[in-house]
């Protein structure tokens, strides 16, 4: 590796010292067509090989939750869905041409970084907020959030427990490794509340515990705590998911550092699922619109004027095949979460920007 760098440095110099040369006898226009050349060379030269590894394993392997109803579950026969699942299905789409083609690895929340660094998945779509630590830190990158929430607590009904205010010398069970567990030691700090955590590793160990009333309070994503009542709970109604959110917790998928290109794959693919709700392309009239649409923006994204795929290692129909797949991400909100489904949420600040929300594509253009 090493010898490997001083020649790549002795190579850049070299091209460097003939490109002075050559820039005093040629024309300033001919001089910067042959840097531009150049540096395009060395830029491909560092593409990343994950696209590679998918197209040869024919498969996308996903990182998901170990049971997380409306985000990611697997039923009787083994089948997955859930919206983080439904990320990793659209990649598949637009990459391989199936939403099929994927594996999925159920991670606990102290395996999920660990099997992305290591490249044991090549997508970490698990429920995983996006900070500063882990995006600085871990050798990762984050992508588009796909989810804004924020950290709740969910209390039995007959406690009459209206506030956190009033979780004073409570008992909480809360998952370790997770920002919900510094959250909740920030928050009893905060307030001088004394509050005594009950930390387990596994998701499912801390649901059992909350139900079998050793915790008052339990405490997570507040999406996630709709799930877990709507799963868990032998009556729904018996528990309340407090108003009070602690915290801001924006999720989205993750990839591993240093592949720009897979990054780049798996963060237009999103942005094009949310721009895609936004000019009404859903999976039902995709089909129509690539023969009667004359709205030059979604002629784009469903690749019937400007190919756009070949910018990212794709072809031209990659985000048409990701919407036929999983649908828009209105869609896949409603079909995984939204007011139709056990959890009932609303759209709230997964809305689109037009409509009071903070869902924004960046433009496919």
Same mark, same amino acid.
């Given at each position: 590796? =090493?010898?490997?760098?001083?020649?790549?440095?002795?190579?850049?110099?070299?091209?460097?010292?003939?490109?002075?040369?050559?820039?005093?006898?040629?024309?300033?226009?001919?001089?910067?067509?042959?840097?531009?050349? +150049?540096?395009?060379? %060395?830029?491909?030269?560092?593409?990343?090989?994950?696209?590679?590894?998918?197209?040869?394993?024919?498969?996308?392997?996903?990182?998901?939750?170990?049971?997380?109803?409306?985000?990611?579950?697997?039923?009787?026969?083994?089948?997955?869905?859930?919206?983080?699942?439904?990320?990793?299905?659209? #990649?598949?789409?637009?990459?391989?041409?199936?939403?099929?083609?994927?594996?999925?690895?159920?991670?606990?929340?102290?395996?999920?970084?660990?099997? +992305? *660094?290591?490249?044991?998945?090549?997508?970490?779509?698990?429920?995983?907020?996006?900070?500063?630590?882990? !995006?600085?830190?871990?050798? +990762?990158?984050?992508?588009? #959030?796909?989810?804004?929430?924020? =950290?709740?607590?969910?209390?039995?009904? =007959?406690?009459?427990?209206?506030? #956190?205010?009033?979780?004073?010398?409570?008992?909480?069970?809360?998952?370790?490794?997770?920002?919900?567990?510094?959250?909740?030691?920030?928050?009893?700090?905060?307030?001088?509340?004394?509050?005594?955590?009950?930390?387990?590793?596994?998701?499912?160990?801390?649901?059992?515990?909350?139900?079998?009333?050793?915790?008052?309070?339990?405490?997570?994503?507040?999406?996630?705590?709709?799930?877990?009542?709507? $799963?868990?709970?032998?009556?729904?109604?018996?528990?309340?998911?407090?108003?009070?959110?602690?915290?801001?917790?924006?999720?989205?998928?993750?990839?591993?550092?240093?592949?720009?290109?897979?990054?780049?794959?798996?963060?237009?693919?999103?942005?094009?699922?949310?721009?895609?709700?936004?000019?009404?392309?859903?999976?039902? %009239?995709?089909?129509?619109?690539?023969?009667?649409? *004359?709205?030059?923006?979604?002629?784009?994204?469903?690749?019937?004027?400007? !190919?756009?795929?070949?910018? +990212?290692?794709?072809?031209?129909?990659?985000?048409?095949?990701?919407? *036929?797949?999983?649908?828009?991400?209105?869609?896949?909100?409603? $079909?995984?979460?939204?007011?139709?489904?056990?959890?009932?949420?609303?759209?709230?600040? %997964?809305? =689109?920007?037009?409509?009071?929300?903070?869902?924004?594509?960046?433009?496919?253009?």
């Amino acid at each position: 590796m =090493q010898f490997f760098r001083k020649s790549k440095m002795k190579s850049i110099f070299f091209k460097s010292y003939y490109l002075k040369y050559l820039a005093g006898n040629m024309r300033a226009s001919t001089f910067t067509l042959l840097f531009s050349a +150049l540096v395009l060379q %060395n830029s491909v030269a560092f593409a990343g090989k994950t696209l590679d590894s998918v197209k040869q394993k024919d498969v996308v392997t996903c990182g998901v939750n170990t049971g997380l109803a409306g985000f990611a579950q697997a039923d009787a026969q083994g089948k997955w869905s859930g919206l983080d699942v439904d990320m990793c299905r659209a #990649v598949a789409a637009a990459v391989l041409g199936s939403a099929e083609k994927v594996k999925y690895v159920p991670l606990s929340a102290p395996q999920r970084f660990t099997a +992305l *660094q290591s490249g044991e998945v090549d997508i970490l779509s698990r429920n995983s907020t996006f900070t500063l630590t882990r !995006d600085a830190s871990l050798g +990762l990158s984050q992508t588009v #959030v796909t989810f804004f929430d924020g =950290q709740g607590f969910m209390v039995p009904t =007959q406690s009459n427990i209206k506030s #956190v205010k009033q979780l004073k010398n409570a008992t909480v069970c809360v998952q370790s490794g997770t920002t919900t567990e510094k959250n909740l030691t920030d928050l009893s700090k905060a307030n001088k509340l004394d509050i005594k955590p009950i930390v387990f590793e596994k998701l499912e160990a801390a649901n059992s515990a909350y139900f079998a009333g050793r915790c008052k309070a339990y405490t997570t994503d507040a999406s996630g705590l709709a799930s877990i009542r709507a $799963r868990e709970a032998k009556n729904p109604k018996d528990h309340i998911i407090l108003s009070d959110l602690i915290s801001k917790e924006p999720m989205g998928p993750m990839v591993k550092r240093g592949d720009d290109e897979w990054l780049a794959i798996v963060k237009w693919v999103i942005y094009g699922l949310i721009e895609a709700e936004e000019y009404e392309i859903t999976s039902a %009239n995709l089909e129509q619109l690539k023969t009667d649409s *004359q709205d030059p923006k979604v002629l784009r994204m469903i690749g019937k004027s400007e !190919d756009m795929g070949k910018l +990212l290692g794709l072809d031209r129909d990659w985000l048409a095949r990701a919407v *036929q797949g999983t649908g828009n991400y209105g869609e896949i909100f409603d $079909r995984n979460v939204g007011e139709k489904t056990s959890l009932g949420l609303k759209r709230g600040l %997964n809305a =689109q920007w037009t409509k009071g929300g903070l869902m924004y594509a960046m433009p496919i253009r």
